[in-house]
């Protein structure tokens, strides 16, 4: 694993905002959390600009329509034909202005695509045979990692970037009939995180519980994943994988209820699973010095007002993860 070089305690995002205007959410991100912003995408402006539109653009024999939905000509679609450019098109908007508005940037920045697993699990559901949907999906995503890496080459080619390859579908990886095989599942997001990791730190986000020790076997440099979804089941892996030098994006503010003022019950909530974690062998400097803070989850769920207010708190925490790390005599700068 390639090593991660990062200041301890960075707050960010995990991509998908409600604003309905590409340069007041470009705005939002950069002034929230400018240490290391998040590429947004805006699926109430433009339905296209949801993930599995995104992912499925310019796939030959698929149709994105206009509602975001897709229109598959079944017999078309096949893994050998190329994916065809699209980051000039509708669906990615939000990142093109956020890479505009970057233009020069030196600092670590993020963004996120969905993953080769999420997108085969939708091809399939729309009637492409399981083999021929994940061997598309495998290539289109490793299409789009190499040219979302260029791009960020061109606008910030002094910046390291963060790409997250985002994969609710690993949720569901080893429940029954799920159409695809646990080493080709991991074979397939292995190979997406690959792509990244030639020009970028290769971050993987999954929004719910999943089987964590198998998830961790495709290789993230830094895994994404919510507070109080089963880590502490499995203490044994995130001890490896932070001995290894992996690194946790803990999705520690929760965007599916309702928030107080303050960071405090947030805060308890976190130290209690590094306690735990602590508690069963994990290193608990390596929980600190290997930690980002973000949201749970996208946040085009919530309103503008309370999207900020879940930005606020996710900054509040980061910032409390500095101060632990302060006591414990680290270092903050990368």
Known sequence: ???????????????????????????????????????????????????????????????????????VDEAAVDPELPLQPGLDA?????????????????APFKVQLTGPVTLGLALHAVGVPAGRAFAVAGKAVGARVHELLQAARQAAPGATPLVFLDEPGLTAALEPGFPLGVDDTLDLVSSALAAVEGGAIAGLHC??????????????????????????????????????????????????????ETAEILWRRLVGEWDALAESGCEPRRLVEQALITPACGLVGLDIVQAGHVLDLTGHLAQRVEARALELGLTLGA
Not at 33 to 62: C, D, F, H, T, Y
């Open 1 to 71: 694993m390639r090593e991660v070089l990062l200041p301890i305690g960075l707050a960010s995002a995990v991509g998908s905002l409600p604003h309905d205007d590409v340069a007041d959410a470009v705005g939002f991100v950069l002034d929230r959390q400018p240490k290391l912003p998040a590429a947004p995408s805006l699926p109430r402006r433009s339905p296209v600009e949801g993930m599995i539109p995104q992912a499925a653009w310019g796939i030959a024999g698929v149709l994105v329509l206009p509602d975001g939905s897709l229109l």
């Open 90 to 106: 509708e669906p990615f908007a939000g990142l093109r202005a956020f890479l505009a508005a970057i233009t020069g940037r030196v």
């Open 207 to 260: 929004c719910g519980r999943a089987d964590w020790p198998v998830v961790l076997q495709a290789g993230p440099q830094m895994l994404s994943l919510p507070v109080d979804t089963g880590a502490t089941d499995h203490p044994g892996a995130f001890a490896d994988y932070l001995e290894r030098g992996g690194w946790i994006a803990w999705g520690a503010v929760p965007t599916d209820r309702p928030l107080g």
